[in-house]
């Protein structure tokens, strides 16, 4: 894939632009176009699946529960950003950009990092809309193998949509995110919560599986097509802290989405004054140590250990 409109593309382990792997374009610090050929491999069954979704991908996610969910979220991110917009950020897992294109339109410097090449072609459209070519880069890969981007550069990574739970190998995903925030930086990321899906396992009765679960914390993407459901790694409060020290990371902040069952409740959020005061009580339980096990995800912020 060459650079279309000032902005490249860089695949990691798959060049799928198209059907026959070629020559693989990569723009370090936004100049300098290099490019390299990278090699063809099966798809993995978290790459079938959003490949397939990419273009409707945006619709699944449009509605007042969800908008909720993301200026709460949003809310959350804020307060980590640098105040400097010239240092790079970077959005793992992007999907169709979402929180990339917000980091985007704040003025910063954006990598926008998927497996799926068709959702990063979604976001890539996004960009062209917004005019943001300049200040957006494109990499394709597993967050488990971001050898290819520089050491110590990012002083934010976002990871939204637990892009890690689903890696190949999410404690290896998070050493890789600690190689490459720079001194200083804060990746933001959110988990499956393991605590949430025992209740999934007791309504399919099955109590050997409910043993295994509780055992390991894997689970799988609940989708119909077989070769589309993906592994997920599952974790509680605790072994998130534990990995998170595994990596060599520093936990800031954790806090749990959403404590409140809102989603039940979505009809709720029709109305402005309800969103807001459901907002006002949602923050004042999301750090509570009890809170967290009511919520389906958990997000952190963590820095380099000194």
Not at 218 to 237: A, C, G, N
Not at 255 to 281: C, M, N, T, Y
């Amino acid at each position: 894939m060459v650079a279309q409109g000032g902005a490249a593309v860089k695949t990691r382990g798959m060049l799928e632009l198209g059907q026959n792997a070629g020559t693989d374009c990569w723009r370090g610090g936004f100049s300098d176009l290099q490019c390299v050929v990278m090699p063809r491999k099966r798809k993995n069954a978290v790459k079938r699946y959003h490949d397939r979704v990419a273009g409707v991908y945006d619709h699944s996610y449009d509605d007042a529960y969800w908008r909720w969910h993301d200026e709460l979220t949003w809310d959350h991110l804020k307060g980590f950003l640098p105040n400097d917009l010239t240092l790079p950020v970077i959005d793992i897992g992007c999907g169709t950009g979402k929180w990339g294109l917000k980091l985007l339109k704040s003025g910063y410097q954006v990598t926008f990092q998927d497996i799926s090449h068709k959702m990063l072609d979604q976001a890539r459209l996004a960009v062209k809309k917004m005019s943001g070519e300049s200040k957006a880069m494109f990499v394709q890969g597993d967050v488990a193998d971001l050898s290819d981007l520089p050491e110590a550069h990012f002083a934010v990574v976002t990871a939204f949509g637990e892009p890690i739970c689903c890696s190949s190998a999410p404690a290896k995903a998070l050493r890789e995110i600690r190689r490459i925030l720079r001194p200083g930086g804060v990746v933001v990321a959110t988990f499956d919560n393991k605590l949430a899906a025992f209740d999934y396992y007791l309504s399919q009765g099955n109590l050997d599986e409910l043993v295994r679960f509780a055992r390991d914390g894997r689970t799988h993407w609940l989708t119909k097509e077989v070769d589309e459901q993906f592994p997920i790694k599952t974790v509680s409060p605790e072994d998130l802290r534990r990995l998170l020290e595994g990596a060599d990371l520093r936990l800031v902040d954790m806090i749990g989405k959403f404590v409140l069952p809102v989603r039940q409740h979505r009809a709720l959020l029709e109305d402005s004054v309800a969103r807001r005061k459901l907002a006002k009580v949602e923050k004042s339980l999301w750090r509570s140590e009890a809170g967290l096990g009511r919520a389906a995800h958990l997000q952190i912020a963590a820095k380099p250990a000194p």
